[in-house]
């Protein structure tokens, strides 16, 4: 990481002052919490006058709003300051009055880092000036990582589980279905598009005009698209529709119901496997008529 380990003789280092109060409690008063910690950030940077150290008049302060999140007004604006080059130096009176939350913490300092940005907590001894402040900086920067990645563990492990469990866990909705209370549950006028598609693609000797005969039929993808090659053998792969739920590579009963039954399934994956080098371009030959109405 590139940082000011000291100041350039003559140089002129812009600190921003931000604060934040959670409550709006006391906001109204003539000297509130905002206040003191701007006064003590102040008098901070007064201390640092030597190394060039000098204050911005802007204020940045966040008032009746939580550090558990980083949707904060003065917040955004602080980041869009230091985007455009207008800060070196951010000045807190604590770390948690930057975040309360280490993750949010850690993307913080990137961006800082990231536009040769150092910050300091006035009371806490927490200088990334200084070669100390930057190793509790690594220190916490590494225990954020591991937060991370613990949390990408369970996240892992719990859909795993969920989808051993028969559960739909999220993702693009499929047509046939639509998505009540966070379960697949049947749409009846698209399940009846999704076993046509089916029963076309087994009865026909070619792709292009299950294609055709598809599109002539106004029938259309969960998003109104028409239907091509891809989407067409996408959507006879997808095992959904059988009423199972698929994960790395492993199939188990759904909770949801499915769609087609395992004949028709079993008619089309025929043709699939059979007729795959025909199938793959444009069928000269004649089909069969198609027997579904």
């Given at each position: 990481?590139?940082?000011?380990?000291?100041?350039?003789?003559?140089?002129?280092?812009?600190?921003?002052?931000?604060?934040?109060?959670?409550?709006?409690?006391?906001?109204?008063?003539?000297?509130?919490?905002?206040?003191?910690?701007?006064?003590?950030?102040?008098?901070?940077?007064?201390?640092?006058?030597?190394?060039?150290?000098?204050?911005?008049?802007?204020?940045?302060?966040?008032?009746?709003?939580?550090?558990?999140?980083?949707?904060?007004?003065?917040?955004?604006?602080?980041?869009?300051?230091?985007?455009?080059?207008?800060?070196?130096?951010?000045?807190?009176?604590?770390?948690?009055?930057?975040?309360?939350?280490?993750?949010?913490?850690?993307?913080?300092v990137?961006?800082f880092?990231?536009?040769?940005?150092?910050?300091?907590?006035?009371?806490?001894?927490?200088?990334?000036?200084?070669?100390?402040?930057?190793?509790?900086?690594?220190i916490?920067l590494?225990?954020?990582?591991?937060?991370?990645?613990?949390?990408?563990?369970?996240?892992?492990?719990?859909?795993?589980?969920?989808?051993?469990?028969?559960m739909?866990?999220?993702?693009?909705?499929?047509?046939?279905?639509?998505?009540?209370?966070?379960?697949?549950?049947?749409?009846?006028?698209?399940?009846?598009?999704?076993?046509?598609?089916?029963?076309?693609?087994?009865?026909?000797?070619?792709?292009?005009?299950?294609?055709?005969?598809?599109?002539?039929?106004?029938?259309?993808?969960?998003?109104?698209?028409?239907?091509?090659?891809?989407?067409?053998?996408?959507?006879?792969?997808?095992?959904?529709?059988?009423?199972?739920?698929?994960?790395?590579?492993e199939?188990?009963?759904?909770?949801?119901?499915?769609?087609?039954?395992?004949?028709?399934?079993?008619?089309?994956?025929?043709?699939?496997?059979?007729?795959?080098?025909?199938?793959?371009?444009?069928?000269?030959?004649?089909?069969?008529?198609?027997?579904?109405?």
């Amino acid at each position: 990481m590139t940082r000011k380990t000291q100041t350039e003789p003559g140089r002129r280092l812009r600190c921003a002052i931000y604060t934040r109060k959670s409550s709006e409690e006391g906001l109204d008063m003539e000297f509130n919490s905002l206040d003191a910690q701007r006064e003590a950030c102040e008098a901070y940077i007064a201390s640092q006058r030597a190394e060039g150290w000098a204050c911005l008049r802007e204020r940045y302060d966040d008032g009746g709003v939580s550090g558990g999140t980083l949707d904060r007004p003065a917040l955004k604006q602080l980041i869009a300051d230091v985007e455009d080059g207008l800060i070196d130096v951010v000045v807190v009176y604590k770390i948690d009055r930057l975040s309360r939350a280490l993750m949010d913490f850690s993307k913080l300092v990137e961006i800082f880092d990231r536009h040769g940005v150092t910050f300091v907590s006035v009371t806490q001894s927490f200088n990334t000036t200084t070669s100390m402040g930057r190793l509790t900086l690594n220190i916490l920067l590494s225990f954020a990582q591991f937060e991370r990645e613990v949390i990408g563990e369970r996240i892992r492990d719990k859909v795993a589980a969920s989808k051993k469990k028969g559960m739909w866990m999220g993702g693009y909705v499929p047509l046939g279905y639509d998505v009540v209370d966070r379960k697949l549950i049947v749409n009846e006028a698209e399940a009846a598009q999704v076993r046509t598609m089916f029963e076309l693609f087994a009865r026909s000797d070619s792709t292009a005009a299950v294609i055709r005969e598809l599109n002539a039929r106004g029938i259309r993808s969960k998003r109104g698209r028409p239907i091509d090659r891809g989407a067409l053998y996408k959507l006879l792969h997808n095992r959904i529709y059988r009423g199972e739920i698929t994960h790395k590579g492993e199939t188990y009963p759904g909770m949801h119901e499915p769609i087609v039954d395992a004949e028709l399934w079993d008619a089309a994956h025929a043709v699939l496997s059979g007729n795959r080098n025909q199938r793959a371009g444009p069928a000269a030959a004649p089909s069969r008529p198609y027997c579904v109405a």
